[in-house]
């Protein structure tokens, strides 16, 4: 699989590393040093993924990534160095498809961009069943089974389990869950969240000390690992 | 001689009176015949009583008898007394005299009274206003020691903060080292020495030295130190001292909450400016080696065309790089906690902390056998999150350097009371007896090549939740074992 990579760094250092580490893996690479540079380049180049660095000089980060939604299709995976967890949140909130810490190996880079693009080929697909290891979810027949085993889910545990798995490999946060699954005007926290989470890994049979299916992103949310 | 005068006007002004009443009566009785005219007598005896008191009073009432008694009662001309009709009267008279001139006395005392008292709350009003509009506190605060040396047994009235422990003279005038150190002794042991104060009143105590030393007052953020003149106080002054000893407290009081707040905003502003600082120095410090990783992990591809001990050499310059990224973390991490840490305390499951540390470090992790004995029913921790993570994660990765290559790691908890008991455990070496407190030390290590900083760290995060860790040695190998509060809200369904 390759694609077109747009990368948004301003260290020349940074962009030259990523334009090669990303060529050896067959991807086209644009680099550009700005937010407002980025925000053309996307309408004009058409790239797949934006590595968007968050500490931009001028138009920063999150600006840029304000900008950049309307103009592009392309999945965001936001780069930053020791980013706070309100950072990695807001970003998932303005539109970020995950993030990654920098520093970071190019293998593990290059896992992250895949997985995204799979991700992007999915929702076009529209393929109606999500598969992680031998956890099943049907999203057609509301089903889902665990080595074809079926599980009963609670109305809001499968809305739950449901909207991760729309979003499989991507970290969903908190907010955007409870806003999600209780509806527009939820009035609740975290707790609500990580206790039908907890629900939801007993009756999968995940062992929340070593889970295979639903991951915890500390201070975020939560990923189903696809 | 004028003094005597004053003072023999009134008993003068009764004869007098009494005699004019005489005159008056014998000028109206040679006219026609009126009874009852004695009763002109009892006006001038409750005049006499309101105006001057008992003696003239009784002077006025005994003269008037006599009078009375030598010209109208027959027979005229004699001073004889017959019958109890006319005894009755003279009772009548004296009683009248010693009735009014007591009530009008007790009159005189509470108006007086009552003027000392208007007196008195007129200059704590100003004084309150005055403190109220000023902007320093010191200004009104010598308002307050000028206005109690102004009573006549106060001589002298000082008062001396106590900023943070420090003791600092205020108003008042200064005092001596001595005086000084008795007034904090005062203070920090609560305990007033030579004077008390007791429901709006102050009391001098025996103890009180005398008027050589000065008596100390402890107040809720200061010390009132004063010399009281035993032989002159009056019940009067001493209310009013209690009272300026109060507004100075409330005085005190509002400087200390003014000076703190001040002091808190300072705080405020250097704590920005660390973050802004630290945050700014992760960034400078971390990209260049995030650049360098990117670049060296680019090159390990087959179509790089590298050889193979050439791929071997950039591994090994990748884990440098990824060595100094940790030490930088670290580094900014205790720095953090040095600045003050705020937790986002949270209830959280147990389990779900390890599985997340498990998660981050799981390439670190394979070929080792991790086991985790975290029961179902255990119930949620309060913590941060994030903080609690890093104490897991280095103490894995301390796990990870001293287990054998494909070691047991162990990490469980039970629940003890308030707090949730947990440990992580390897079967590597033991730790030397001698070092198991020292491995928590900053810098403190046992290889050349840790930073020392990690489990630092842990020991910070695990004390700032309350909790406390310690390293011990089992059978298989050393234990870490720390504490965490349990949430006190089980559940929120």
Known sequence: ?226 | MSLVLRRLAPYSIAIGGAIAITVAIALITSRTNVPGLSAFYLLLVLWLGARWGRGPAVTGSVAAFLLYDFFFVPPVGTLTVRGPSELFELVVLLAVALVTSQLAASLRRAQAASETLAADSRVLYELATAALRTPQVTVALSMLCDQAVRLASVSRFALVAMDFGEAAPLAGGDLTPDEVRQATWSYENGRPVGISISDGAVRLTKTHPGAETPAYLPLASGVAVMRIDTDQQEPGELRMLAALIGLADLLLDRRRVALEAERARGFEASDRLKAAILSSLSHELKSPIASLRAGLTALLVPQAGLQPEQQELLVDLDRQATRLDRLVGDMLALSRLEAGLELDKEPHGFAELVGTALHQLRSDLKGHEVGVDAPDDLPPVEVDELQVGRVLTNLLENALEWAPPTGAIAVGAVAREAFLEAWVENDGPAIAPMDLDRVFETFWTRRARGSGLGLAICKRVVEAHGGTIRAENRRRGPRFTFTLPLARVIAKR
């Open chain 1, 1 to 226: 699989m390759s694609g077109r990579v747009l990368v948004v760094d301003d260290e020349v250092e940074m962009q030259r590393a990523l334009r090669t580490g990303l060529r050896y893996h067959d991807f086209e690479v644009h680099a550009v040093g700005s937010g407002e540079e980025a925000v053309r380049e996307a309408a004009a180049w058409r790239p797949d993924v934006i590595l968007l660095d968050l500490g931009l000089p001028g138009m920063d980060g999150f600006a840029t990534l304000r900008a950049l939604r309307p103009a592009t299709r392309a999945a965001v995976i936001v780069v930053s160095v020791m980013p706070g967890e309100r950072d990695k949140v807001r970003a998932l909130d303005l539109g970020a498809d995950d993030y990654v810490v920098k520093p970071f190996g190019t293998e593990e880079l290059v896992a992250r961009i895949r997985a995204v693009l799979r991700r992007q080929a999915d929702v076009s697909t529209g393929e109606p069943v999500v598969q992680t290891g031998d956890l099943e979810i049907d999203l057609g027949r509301r089903s889902v089974t665990v080595s074809g085993r079926p599980v009963h889910l609670t109305p809001t545990e499968y809305e739950l389990l449901r909207y991760l798995a729309l979003h499989a490999g991507k970290p969903v946060t908190h907010s955007t869950l409870l806003r999600q699954v209780w509806g527009e005007y939820a009035v609740g926290d975290k707790y609500n969240t990580r206790y039908v989470v907890a629900q939801i890994r007993k009756k999968l049979g995940d062992d929340p000390a070593n889970p295979r299916f639903i991951v915890n992103e500390p201070g975020v949310g939560y990923r189903l690992v696809s």
